[in-house]
């Protein structure tokens, strides 16, 4: 596996460009994109678990070109506040990272001063550090905190322009029971599908009991 890191200047993307067509060479499975993963039991990033892109504490930047916001029960875990953010890695690959629980408040007190200078999630550069912390037994764990300032604008333009057509979500976090908060440059629609879907299913399903229940009752008035 490719060892890379999110690309947040324009000559890292630029990099990327075919010179014939004048633009990215980039990769993107429907659904699955690369993903990059917060540890926050080490406070490091690294990718599908397996390459270490950060140490311990140390930052991790990208510039989304997409994110989401949502509440729901993931992976085995209670109900919670997740963070999806997708963005461009090094080598071309359509990446996301995700990140639940404090660090999503961090992420809305980010996203509040952002409000009064007039810019949006998808035209900063964000800076998340790994912040130590310790439970109340002395165990060490890890929250982001977020920082940021205006992404390039030529990047930003260049970005979006080869990427615009993507429908950009993981399809393992997508369930009929996903909450949505915020979101931007995200197909809504696939999550609306997924509970349209869902609410068909369990329609069917009670009918299918009434259509049970009902010749009980005949023979019990024959009887």
Not at 31 to 50: C, L, T, V
Not at 153 to 173: C, I, P
Not at 178 to 193: A, K
Request: one cysteine or more; glycine letters at 4%; proline letters at 4%.
């Amino acid at each position: 596996m490719k060892i890379s890191i999110p690309t947040t200047t324009l000559k890292g993307l630029q990099n990327l460009m075919d010179e014939k067509s004048k633009t990215l060479t980039l990769k993107y499975m429907k659904g699955h994109p690369r993903q990059y993963r917060f540890d926050a039991s080490r406070g490091s990033f690294n990718i599908q678990g397996e390459i270490p892109v950060t140490k311990a504490g140390k930052p991790f930047s990208l510039i989304p070109i997409s994110y989401r916001v949502f509440k729901d029960s993931l992976f085995g875990t209670s109900k919670r506040s997740w963070l999806e953010l997708f963005f461009i890695d090094s080598i071309g690959a359509v990446a996301s990272v995700m990140l639940h629980g404090y660090s999503v408040e961090h992420f809305f007190n980010m996203s509040q001063k952002l409000f009064y200078e007039d810019l949006k999630i998808t035209e900063i550069k964000i800076t998340i550090t790994p912040q130590e912390r310790q439970t109340a037994k002395g165990e060490k764990y890890y929250i982001a905190e977020f920082e940021h300032e205006a992404a390039d604008a030529d990047y930003l333009k260049l970005a979006k322009a080869n990427t615009e057509d993507f429908e950009l979500y993981r399809e393992d976090t997508i369930q009929p029971t996903n909450t949505m908060i915020v979101w931007e440059n995200y197909p809504l629609c696939i999550v609306e599908s997924e509970k349209l879907e869902a609410a068909a299913e369990e329609e069917a399903v009670e009918l299918e009991t009434e259509e049970v229940v009902e010749p009980v009752k005949q023979l019990d008035k024959v009887a």
